[in-house]
């Protein structure tokens, strides 16, 4: 009867996800809970100053970082191979850098409340952390030439 038991048991497919936890500490890791970090705060400020639009783009911004960061801790980008993620991930910062500056320019030349000005300085912050996430990411992808290691050599 316990055969039975054990036979069965081992049948069933796993539901744990694997976690990557050295991408938290990695320095794109890092920088990812930075831009969430600034986006949060930047949120929190346009609240306070009651500004619908600056609220709905940072919230806009927070969960599509948000989005990857969890892509890439749960490596389910090894999974969903449809796409060519860091390239989907430099667009995302590219576009988010662009996106945020005009805001946050927009937000410090206009302010009439104080959450607006710290959420435009804050916004500036974010602008910085996703241009050197773009930065790194261009680096890193290579395109049509063999990937090498740090020592130079071809793998």
């Given at each position: 009867?316990?055969?039975?038991?054990?036979r069965?048991?081992?049948?069933?497919p796993?539901?744990?996800?694997?976690?990557?936890?050295?991408f938290?500490?990695?320095?794109?890791?890092?920088?990812?809970?930075?831009?969430?970090?600034?986006?949060?705060?930047a949120?929190?400020?346009?609240?306070?100053?009651?500004?619908?639009?600056?609220?709905?783009?940072?919230?806009?911004?927070?969960?599509?970082?948000?989005?990857?960061?969890?892509?890439?801790?749960?490596?389910?980008?090894?999974?969903?191979?449809?796409?060519?993620?860091?390239?989907?991930?430099?667009?995302?910062?590219?576009?988010?850098?662009?996106?945020?500056?005009?805001?946050?320019?927009?937000?410090?030349?206009?302010?009439?409340?104080?959450?607006t000005?710290?959420?435009?300085?804050?916004?500036?912050?974010?602008?910085?952390?996703?241009?050197?996430?773009?930065?790194?990411?261009?680096?890193?992808?290579?395109?049509?030439q063999?990937?090498?290691?740090a020592?130079?050599?071809?793998?």
């Amino acid at each position: 009867m316990t055969d039975n038991c054990s036979r069965t048991r081992s049948n069933i497919p796993s539901l744990t996800m694997e976690v990557d936890s050295a991408f938290l500490r990695s320095l794109r890791g890092v920088l990812k809970l930075a831009e969430m970090g600034t986006m949060f705060v930047a949120f929190v400020c346009f609240a306070v100053a009651s500004r619908p639009k600056y609220i709905a783009a940072t919230c806009m911004e927070f969960v599509i970082t948000f989005s990857l960061l969890l892509l890439y801790t749960l490596k389910l980008n090894k999974k969903l191979t449809l796409f060519f993620w860091p390239l989907v991930d430099l667009f995302n910062s590219l576009f988010a850098a662009v996106f945020i500056l005009i805001l946050s320019l927009i937000a410090v030349s206009t302010y009439t409340v104080t959450g607006t000005l710290g959420g435009g300085i804050v916004g500036f912050i974010a602008t910085g952390l996703w241009c050197v996430d773009g930065y790194m990411l261009f680096k890193r992808i290579t395109f049509n030439q063999p990937r090498t290691e740090a020592t130079g050599t071809v793998k």
